[in-house]
């Protein structure tokens, strides 16, 4: 299945399509070289294209690198965090079935980076998508061996809350390393 039909069918048909998913072979390579370095690279480009229409270039181009690299690290991250909670929830340890999880989950936000091009518009199109990636998730973690059926909600709920956290310090990290500095004021920089 090429990658446009993988994106529609894990969007569109979710119920069918992880079950596909969870029992085809892969690695992390794998998985990274043929799913989450070109969709992840959507938003990136998104955020160049509108850095130049509406001005800002430098800034956009620092921006695109930022979120190209947040999302390859915390993708990784999370995978790691889901590989590492998965016992707790009654599933079993395997970070490549936890990577094609979160990867996978990944691909509603990822694909919605379209709209970015609209600068506000396409951000509240992206936080739907987020919203409906968490959805993503919770169909498959049982199917991917991640949870139970019957604690697949809290599952969610926690690997939520360390997406959360994840992103924010990787965030963090990588605006000071691309010296952006703080972005507003006082604790709420970078929020």
């Not at 299945?1 to 794998?30: C, D, F, G, K, Y």
């Not at 409906?132 to 919770?138: A, T």
């Not at 691309?178 to 006082?186: E, Q």
């Amino acid at each position: 299945m090429n990658l446009v039909q993988r994106a529609q069918a894990i969007m569109l048909t979710p119920r069918s399509e992880w079950p596909t998913i969870a029992t085809e072979p892969a690695t992390v390579q794998s998985i990274y070289a043929s799913w989450v370095m070109i969709l992840a690279a959507i938003g990136p480009v998104m955020l160049i294209l509108a850095s130049m229409l509406f001005g800002g270039l430098a800034f956009g181009v620092h921006a695109a690198v930022a979120a190209y690299v947040n999302s390859l690290v915390v993708v990784a991250l999370l995978a790691a965090v889901v590989d590492v909670l998965a016992p707790n929830f009654g599933g079993t340890k395997d970070f490549v079935r936890s990577l094609k999880l979160v990867a996978y989950s990944f691909t509603s936000v990822w694909v919605a980076q379209v709209a970015l091009i609209v600068p506000v518009l396409g951000w509240l199109i992206v936080l739907l998508a987020m919203l409906y990636g968490f959805y993503l998730f919770f169909l498959g973690a049982p199917l991917l061996g991640r949870c139970s059926v019957d604690k697949s909600i809290l599952f969610t709920i926690v690997v939520i809350l360390c997406a959360v956290v994840l992103g924010i310090i990787v965030q963090r990290i990588l605006f000071a390393l691309l010296g952006f500095g703080t972005i507003g004021p006082g604790p709420m920089r970078l929020l």
